[in-house]
């Protein structure tokens, strides 16, 4: 064959090619798109046909001697890989105190029927005021259920949101006196948004150590820079934020935050929050004050801890709170100035991808609210019914003492240290001897409990091991009772705690 006959034969098998290619659906299309691209711009063409031969080269695997030893290899290990348990097992202890744990059927009221039956005196819950059996409140969440349904379904930022929000919103506004304030569904999930709605990686938090859980929570989420500093302690948070200031001084600005909480929920102690304030000014931090369990307990209107202290609250950042303990509803808020609160409607995940409150809940909070301001002397119930159990327990036990603050209707009581030491008790120990005491009380009729929740150091080094509560019992006082009943309950507790001591010395 010659040079004319090949080319001629080329030329043939080409336009067979090209003829076999135009009857391709939408080949006239990717033609067009080679001669313009071809044309307008020929090393992109270049480049992409590059590319694609290059992905096909990828895209087809060599076979390699052995491949199927391999294959069978990885096959074996998949079968034997076993899963990690997502929680520890239970210890002997904690399925002890399961299988003992009391059931309450029916409503918890201070009076509170068990699955066995017996009717004990109940100084477990949170029904400060005994709104539990509240008719007013039960006939207008009846009301607001007709009316609204269960739940409205839906987040806040999307159709979840209706008048009875609108309205708890401005109600907690207009008691602590802020500009402006929102409502998130969960009490929990409320500071563990804010915090990182606000504080971001690089930015700086500096955080009492007795800190709660769902605190520490938002601080891990926010992934800042978090520096603790001892509980309570304003001469050690004083010294943590002029080293701060100091290691930032040459550096990028940042957003610097405090944080802590109004009463403590693992100690039970109070802020002294007049010394936050002047702190915050001084080295120039934002506060972020979690009332949770203040807020509704403490000053005149149950207001938090700056009605009490005599702090204007505008010298709080952000104050966040909870609808769900002291006030007997549920979900929680924030509360500050317009910025603040619009900031979050966008940028809080909570608020924006769970659904709004109840409307049930969000009237019985604003009912709470305006029978508080209406209504001082449930406050001064309470804090009377307080006074007469810190005589029952706290002066005269010669085994434990109260951690909490003298207003602080969650009484932590926990073994004096002279005793721990004496005894050389441990951790588990506290906590055996102290459900021990739960067990006896309960024996004669009252039911309290323990401190549970167990936070510990967020980065904790090797050097440096993370703040730790004291195992201690847990008893709430209510209005629903009697001054009589409240010492007797007081009795018997004491009287527990006495005979766990002395039985085992």
């Not at 073994?415 to 906590?431: F, G, H, N, T, Y």
Request: glycine share 6%.
């Amino acid at each position: 064959m010659d040079l004319q006959d090949a080319h001629g034969w080329l030329v043939e098998v080409l336009n067979g090619v090209s003829v076999q290619f135009h009857r391709v659906p939408g080949s006239s299309i990717l033609l067009r798109y080679i001669k313009s691209s071809y044309q307008n711009d020929p090393i992109r063409s270049a480049v992409e046909l590059f590319l694609f031969l290059f992905a096909r080269l990828v895209s087809t695997p060599l076979p390699l001697p052995g491949d199927a030893d391999v294959g069978q290899e990885v096959d074996e290990i998949v079968d034997e890989w076993v899963p990690e348990p997502l929680v520890a097992p239970q210890t002997a202890f904690e399925e002890a105190e399961n299988e003992r744990r009391p059931v309450i059927v029916g409503p918890t009221g201070p009076k509170s029927k068990l699955s066995t039956g017996r009717l004990v005196t109940n100084v477990a819950s949170y029904n400060f005021y005994n709104l539990v059996g509240n008719e007013t409140l039960k006939e207008k969440a009846i009301q607001t259920l007709r009316t609204y349904g269960v739940g409205p379904c839906g987040p806040p930022g999307f159709y979840g949101t209706q008048d009875v929000h609108m309205k708890i919103e401005a109600d907690i506004a207009s008691h602590l006196g802020t500009s402006s304030c929102i409502v998130y569904a969960q009490a929990f999930s409320t500071i563990s948004s804010v915090i990182p709605a606000f504080s971001k990686r690089g930015d700086i938090i500096v955080a009492d150590k007795a800190v709660n859980s769902a605190i520490r929570k938002g601080m891990q989420i926010s992934r800042s820079s978090i520096r603790w500093y001892e509980h309570n302690d304003m001469e050690d948070l004083q010294k943590v934020l002029a080293s701060v200031v100091k290691e930032q001084a040459k550096k990028p600005l940042t957003r610097r935050f405090i944080v802590t909480e109004g009463l403590f929920e693992n100690v039970g102690d109070m802020v002294d929050l007049a010394k936050v304030v002047e702190l915050k000014h001084r080295y120039k931090f934002r506060l972020i004050l979690d009332e949770t369990w203040s807020f509704g307990v403490l000053g005149r209107t149950g207001a938090g801890v700056t009605e009490h202290q005599g702090v204007h609250v505008r010298e709080v950042d952000m104050l966040v709170g909870s609808l769900a303990g002291p006030i007997c509803a549920g979900g929680g808020f924030c509360a500050g100035s317009t910025e603040i609160v619009e900031h979050q409607r966008l940028s809080a995940s909570s608020y924006t991808f769970s659904a709004a409150l109840p409307a049930m809940l969000a009237t019985t909070a604003s009912e709470v609210l305006a029978m508080l301001e209406t209504n001082t002397e449930m406050l001064n119930q309470v804090r009377e019914n307080v006074k007469t159990m810190w005589a029952q327990l706290d002066p005269r036990s010669e085994w434990v003492h109260c951690t909490s603050a003298a207003e602080n209707p969650i009484m932590m009581l926990v073994l004096k240290p002279e005793v721990v030491a004496s005894r050389k008790l441990d951790v588990s120990d506290q906590e055996q001897l102290l459900q021990e005491m739960v067990e006896e009380a309960l024996a004669n009729s009252v039911m309290m409990t323990r401190l549970k929740s167990m936070p510990r150091g967020i980065n904790v080094t090797g050097k440096e091991v993370g703040w730790e509560f004291q195992p201690a019992l847990k008893v709430c006082i209510t209005s629903g009772l009697t001054r009589k009943e409240i010492e007797r309950t007081g009795t018997i507790i004491r009287h527990a705690i006495t005979k766990v001591m002395k039985a085992r010395r």
